[in-house]
């Protein structure tokens, strides 16, 4: 059980010819010489696409935050910390922001401007003191007043999609959880915190706006090297009924950005995990990746 409470944790054609930037093939610089160059945006004599990923101080968070950084030539990349300390976790540079999701107004100088948004905010049980495995005790947990799910996965993920649509955001990406269609999964007992139950609301809530959307709903997150595994896509939980219903969390942060630069991830919602490592041919092609999903909700 503590495993499972650890892992809580564009460019699709954006409006404007600087807004494709092409697909990846990998992790890397190559890409499809079909699909053109993202520097070809600046040649064109347009600016490249903002984007903001919210929870950036988290384990995946800071992985896309990273990752997005590390693409300039794709992005121009800001973060969204709910601490100061968060900040200084990830190098307190100028765009990355401080601010509560549950609170509209804090949230409104990381969303002005943008042109997509990566969400991978997410309430974070905490273990009660006093507990002893050597003894056979199963650990409790419990959430913070104010950060229940209800208040975070809800409520502040209905805040940022709101945000989101009153500046016409192009492209929103939501990263939540596999299990959600068992109202008895142990992820919602954790607390009694039903934490699947309000992600799940706002992934239905962000499937409802209008916006162009990618929902990735995460199998158990590892902390692992990302890049060396095949990817799987599913819906409707099926995965969880497999044995490949993990993935590290590189994959799925750079999921997250490959969702931004495929077509083919648009308005769509699918569960994600992986095969073992050396098991399969690793994903490199998330054009084909994200063509086998033919789910938007």
């Keep these: 059980m503590a495993a499972v409470a650890a892992r809580m944790g564009l460019a699709s ?42 929870g950036a101080g988290g384990r995946t968070g800071q992985i896309v935050y990273k990752k997005l950084k590390e693409r ?44 997509a948004l990566i969400i991978l905010t997410s309430a974070v049980p905490k273990m009660k003191p006093g507990f002893d495995p050597s003894k056979g005790e199963r650990p409790e947990f419990y959430f913070e007043e104010g950060s229940y799910p209800e208040q975070v996965d809800w409520i502040g993920q209905k ?19 596999m299990g959600g269609t ?17 992600k799940r609301k706002a992934e239905q809530y962000l499937a409802d706006s209008g916006l162009p959307y990618t929902i990735i709903r995460a199998g158990g997150l590892q902390d692992k090297d990302g890049g060396v595994r095949e990817l799987i896509v599913g819906k409707d939980d099926e995965i969880l009924k497999t044995e490949t219903k993990t993935i590290a ?14 077509e083919e991830a648009r308005f769509k919602a699918f569960d994600l995990a992986s095969k073992p490592e050396g098991e399969g041919i690793p994903t490199t092609d ?9 789910s938007r909700f």
Excluded: M, Y
Excluded at 286 to 294: G, K, M, T
């Design 182 to 198: 068992d109202a008895n999964h142990p992820l919602n007992k954790l607390g009694n915190g039903n934490i699947l139950v309000w």
């Design 72 to 115: 300039v030539d794709q992005f121009v990349g800001r973060g969204l910390v709910r601490t100061e300390e968060s900040k200084a976790k990830i190098g307190s540079a100028d765009d990355v922001f401080v601010g509560d999701i549950r609170d509209p107004a804090s949230i409104a100088p990381a969303i002005e401007g943008i042109d």
């Design 286 to 294: 998330f054009r084909a990746l994200f063509s086998q999903v033919n």
């Design 249 to 262: 969390r590189a994959d799925v942060a750079e999921v997250c950005i490959q969702a931004l630069l495929c």
């Design 13 to 54: 054609p954006l409006a404007g010819p600087h807004l494709r930037p092409p697909c990846n093939l990998t992790g890397s610089r190559r890409v499809p010489r079909r699909a053109g160059l993202a520097v070809s945006a600046a040649a064109a004599g347009g600016s490249l696409p903002t984007v903001l990923v919210t």
């Design 159 to 177: 805040n940022q999609i709101n945000a989101a649509k009153s500046i016409g955001v192009k492209q929103v990406v939501l990263v939540g959880s």
